[in-house]
């Protein structure tokens, strides 16, 4: 299996625009988590879906920030519109039940 | 509410033996977790440990769990350069729907 994949790998973008981040879980998956990472806040959990359904998203720091997944291969995080403080690294993540995560090599982030 | 909490930073010289504490407050989690992060990269489930047993050796790394102390450690033998990285502890909390809580990470610096 070629594990969880994040694209873009990196995105540099203007204040205001939309930033869509994209993520295939390993297939068989059945629980995806998106995670941003800081110097300042470390981990923090912004979304987590079980079996393509949003259970929690209390970590999602805005309505700016929004997250769908549409079928269990793939899901996606937008930002609109986007600002200088949502840089960070985004991480996805999947798993099978309560077992351990298993996570992409994530997409930087700049917003200018 | 539901907290882990690591020491930041340890450094040591090439050789000698590191040990990673974490403290966490749920005690419900059935698993608790090592990752390893290295520069530009996401993180890597390092080793795991069920909630029943006290210590777990895989080759040079020993996990270490006090359930009545809630702390949990991680001893890195003989450390070697390409195990400088940062290194996150993370139990599931209260929660059985395989969220993982983590520690804002504890940065490894191996010296030659």
């Known amino acids: 299996d070629a594990g969880v994949i994040q694209s873009p790998r990196h995105e540099v973008t203007e204040m205001g625009q939309e930033v869509t981040l994209r993520c295939k879980p390993i297939s068989g998956h059945n629980s995806l988590f998106w995670y941003r990472q800081t110097m300042m806040r470390g981990l923090e959990l912004l979304i987590y879906f079980n079996n393509n359904v949003p259970i929690d998203d209390s970590g999602m720091p805005e309505d700016r920030f929004s997250a769908k997944m549409p079928n269990a291969s793939f899901s996606t995080l937008k930002i609109q519109p986007s600002e200088p403080r949502d840089s960070a690294v985004y991480f996805c993540a999947s798993s099978l039940g309560e077992r351990s995560l298993f996570f992409g090599s994530g997409t930087q982030l700049s917003v200018l | 509410g539901e907290d882990v909490e690591q020491s930041l930073f340890l450094s040591v010289r090439e050789g000698d033996s590191s040990v990673i504490n974490c403290t966490y407050t749920?005690?419900?989690?059935?698993?608790l977790y090592w990752y390893k992060q290295e520069p530009g990269a996401g993180l890597q489930l390092l080793t795991y440990?069920?909630?029943?047993?006290d210590m777990k050796q895989d080759q040079r790394l020993t996990v270490l769990l006090n359930k009545k102390d809630k702390h949990l450690s991680l001893r890195i033998a003989d450390t070697q350069t390409g195990d400088s990285a940062i290194y996150f502890c993370a139990e599931h909390g209260s929660s059985n729907t395989g969220k993982l809580i983590f520690g804002q990470g504890t940065t490894l610096q191996v010296k030659p």
């Open positions: 749920d005690s419900s989690s059935t698993y």
């Open positions: 440990i069920f909630s029943n047993m």
